[in-house]
């Protein structure tokens, strides 16, 4: 079966530019999560949908960010308008159930300069 | 509140030694703990977990055992080959699939 899809895989914006991030979860998976390492350092949990509803959205960072998974199928992720520190590594992750094993995506470098 | 705390990288060993990657951590209750591995271009994958205290993680070679008395679970392979190198992140786990993840080592294996 495919994997957990994102789209690009590399961006590199302008401060102050809008970029939107892409997850395509796998088939079936109402579980949908993103996180992101920045700095190279832990990676933080961002958000989790079930289907098409935000469960948990505590770790996002302010109001910069917005996350939308319409239908409950892919998600997009949109940073508006990027700062420097939000460089990193988005990751987006999916579960068939919220307590069964997690498959990652390979994730989104983001450069902000 | 949650926290992982994971040896700094990176680790460079050559082939056939033996690895260690420590790990604590600060929890609130009782977590399940896990270790995920990054190969190169590759997203996070599950390597081994352990979901209450004195259990012991195991595969492909790697082993953890989750300790309560210390908070540490940390990770371990008798034989390290070229193709274990990767970045392992020690994780604890809340609720559901909400991970706390450490900060990452990257380990390099020489042949």
């Known amino acids: 079966e495919a994997g957990v899809t994102q789209f690009p895989s590399h961006s590199v914006i302008e401060k102050g530019q809008t970029v939107t991030l892409r997850c395509d979860p796998i088939?079936?998976?109402?579980?949908l999560y993103w996180y992101r390492r920045v700095m190279g350092k832990e990676i933080k949990f961002l958000l989790h949908?079930?289907?098409?509803?935000?469960?948990?959205e505590s770790g996002m960072p302010n109001n910069r960010f917005l996350a939308e998974r319409t239908g409950g199928t892919y998600s997009t992720l949109k940073v508006q308008p990027a700062e420097l520190e939000d460089s990193g590594v988005y990751f987006c992750?999916?579960?068939?159930?919220?307590?069964?094993?997690?498959?990652f995506g390979s994730g989104t470098q983001l450069s902000v300069l | 509140g949650n926290s992982v705390t994971q040896m700094e990288g990176p680790v460079t060993l050559s082939e056939e030694a033996f690895l260690t990657i420590n790990c604590t951590y600060t929890?609130?209750?009782?977590?399940?703990l896990f270790w995920y591995v990054q190969y190169p271009g590759e997203g996070l994958q599950l390597l081994l977990k352990?979901?209450?205290?004195?259990d012991k993680g195991s595969n492909k070679g790697f082993e953890a055992t989750y300790r309560k008395e210390t908070t540490s679970f940390h990770l371990e392979k008798g034989s390290v080959q070229v193709s274990d190198s990767a970045v392992y992140f020690c994780?604890?786990?809340?609720?559901?699939?909400?991970?706390?993840f450490g900060s990452g080592t990257k380990l390099n294996v020489k042949p």
């Open positions: 088939s079936g998976h109402d579980n």
């Open positions: 949908f079930v289907k098409e509803s935000k469960q948990d």
């Open positions: 929890a609130t209750g009782y977590p399940s």
């Open positions: 994780a604890l786990g809340e609720g559901f699939n909400k991970f706390y």
């Open positions: 352990a979901t209450k205290a004195d």
């Open positions: 992750a999916s579960s068939r159930a919220g307590n069964e094993k997690l498959f």
